[in-house]
């Protein structure tokens, strides 16, 4: 059982930065798939990132890369998002996620067991 709690999100103006974290609770981390998506009312929830267990693949849906990174810190069992140059569009709720997915990172929701609650993150223009 892993438990994620994000933190990290507000309100920013177009070109401004935020740093997400995700923090996980409960056994082996260091085992799960790491992954953020991203959510607006009305919309279903869209794949931002994801990182795989040792970190050795990551993956950017197209319209954040360049401009979002996301890392991990297993001491910390601690997931970033760190997200520069945002723009309006990027405003949604963000979710991270796990899962064990192997050497892959999956685009899909139904690949991770385990979710935040969410955080807002409004970007105006």
Known sequence: QVQLVESGGGL????????????ASGRAFSRYTMVWFRQTPG?????????TSSGART???DSVKGRFTISRDN???TVYLQMNILKP?????????????GNVVSPFTR??????QG??????S
């Open 59 to 61: 993956i950017y849906t």
């Open 43 to 51: 919309k279903e929830r869209e794949f931002v990132t994801g990182m």
């Open 12 to 23: 920013v103006q177009a070109g401004g930065s935020l740093r997400l974290s995700c923090a």
């Open 111 to 116: 690949a991770y067991d385990y979710w935040g």
């Open 89 to 101: 569009e990027d405003t949604a709720v963000y979710y991270c996620a796990a899962g064990q997915t």
């Open 119 to 124: 955080t807002q993150v409004t970007v105006s």
């Open 75 to 77: 001491a910390k069992n």
